[in-house]
């Protein structure tokens, strides 16, 4: 016990417990990486910020990040590092294949990779340890699916392959004790050659599948470069898949870890909705703080003008626990629906383009396993799980269950 005591990976407070900045008129702070910058942390605040045309993105991928090559959030040709008329046209790409009616396509067979997911983890028996049983499979399944990776041929994509370019792609050490830098630069080297690949593929031979979408759409709407739209399917794959995957286990941590009284009521599909939406609003993906922007022209925040040219750190997690719109906080009825939208998923131009998988993911993995399993409980105390580290990430390794 006093070895893993000393682990740092196992003494980090779950993620549902880490403090934020208080809600307070914007004010001069420093990043970790010692940039000058103004923290924005009050809810009407955040939400200003994010939808002004004067604050960007562009060229701010390498500020306040782990910085460097393999640190995907800081690539320049991810659609989260552009802005304006190169990202309005990226993003509408990707929009025009995310429709509504393509969504409400995929929701059927969403729930039943959930409901298998479901039924081998009761087939298997228990224990169990729901990381690899149930929170890795649900989101590979969903996300090999949709990328029309989960068939025969070429583009058969397996879990410890997408795995291990996941954590080379995110890592920032890992559970495992890092990646060696040799697998590392081969695993980057070999999922950017599968994806590329892929892009190809799909173009010369078209499906039904979410890449051949993104591919149509961006050669319809022409201008898209061609290493952006290989880097959107790239970035959709991974990291869409590992934070779906993160945000599900760390919703049992919570759920099951301090909540065990309201595991059996998600049986009810519309609380398990509304837990799902507030486990999303007050549990971040990772440990980072802030979003970070730039302001073009002096702006008005408040009664606060934030300067011309002044790197802005803008607090998700701050603004979703501003007690003036959140009164009643984390621990109120996860039943009871949210008094304000959430900004978990940002707000403005860079709004989250997976929102309504993770919404859906989540709210299905709540109701299908609470339905078959209202006994379930977390044999290991929170404050004694081990954490896989990510970049963008953190979520537990090992999820120990019974029922
Ligand atoms: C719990 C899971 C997730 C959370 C909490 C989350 C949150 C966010 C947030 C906060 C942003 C905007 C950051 C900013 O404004 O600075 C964002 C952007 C984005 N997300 Fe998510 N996300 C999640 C899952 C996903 C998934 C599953 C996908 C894809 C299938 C996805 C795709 C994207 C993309 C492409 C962007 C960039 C959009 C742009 O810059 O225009 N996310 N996400």
Not at 217 to 242: I, R, Y
């Amino acid at each position: 016990m006093d070895s893993a005591a000393a682990d740092p990976r196992t003494i980090l407070p779950p993620l549902h417990r880490l403090p934020t900045a208080p809600a307070r008129p914007p004010h001069p702070t420093t990043l970790p990486d010692g940039t000058p910058a103004w923290l924005i942390t009050r809810y009407h605040d955040v939400r200003q910020v994010l939808g002004d045309p004067r604050v960007t993105r562009a060229d701010l991928h390498d500020v306040g990040t782990a910085g460097g090559t393999a640190d995907v959030a800081a690539n320049p040709a991810s659609l989260f590092n552009q802005d304006g008329p190169a990202h309005r046209r990226l993003r509408g790409t990707a929009q025009r294949a995310f429709t509504p009616r393509a969504i409400a396509g995929w929701q059927p067979w969403v729930a039943a990779a959930v409901q298998q997911s479901v039924d081998r983890l009761v087939a298997a028996g228990p224990p169990a340890d729901l990381v690899p049983a149930f929170a890795r499979p649900v989101p590979f399944a969903v996300t090999t699916r949709l990328m029309g990776l989960d068939g025969d041929g070429p583009d058969h994509l397996d879990e410890a392959r997408l795995h291990r370019w996941t954590l080379a792609l995110l890592a920032q050490g890992g559970e495992q004790g890092g990646t060696q830098a040799a697998d590392h630069d081969g695993a980057l080297a070999e999922f950017g050659a599968f994806m590329k690949e892929l892009v190809a593929r799909r173009r010369r031979e078209p499906g039904d599948d979410l890449v051949s979408r993104l591919v149509r759409a961006a050669d319809q709407d022409g201008g898209v470069p061609e290493e952006s739209l290989v880097f959107l399917v790239a970035g959709l794959t991974a990291s869409g898949n590992e934070s779906v995957a993160g945000a599900l286990a760390n919703a049992l941590v919570y759920v099951l870890g301090e909540r065990p009284e309201h595991w059996p009521r998600l049986a009810d599909p519309d609380i398990a909705e509304r837990t799902a939406e507030r486990l999303l609003h007050y549990i971040p993906l990772g440990d980072d703080e802030a979003t970070i922007r730039r302001t073009t022209a002096p702006i008005e925040v408040g009664d606060v003008t934030v300067p011309a040219d002044a790197v802005v750190a803008v607090s998700l997690g701050s603004a979703n626990r501003d007690p003036a719109v959140y009164p009643e906080g984390l621990d109120a009825d996860l039943g009871l629906p949210l008094p304000a939208p959430t900004l978990a998923f940002s707000a403005g131009p860079h709004y989250c383009i997976g929102a309504w998988r993770v919404r859906l993911e989540m709210r299905e993995s709540l109701h299908r396993l609470a339905t078959a399993l209202p006994g379930l409980r977390l044999t290991t105390p929170v404050t004694e799980l081990a954490w896989q580290l990510g970049s963008t990430t953190r979520s537990p390794a090992r999820l120990p269950v019974d029922w």
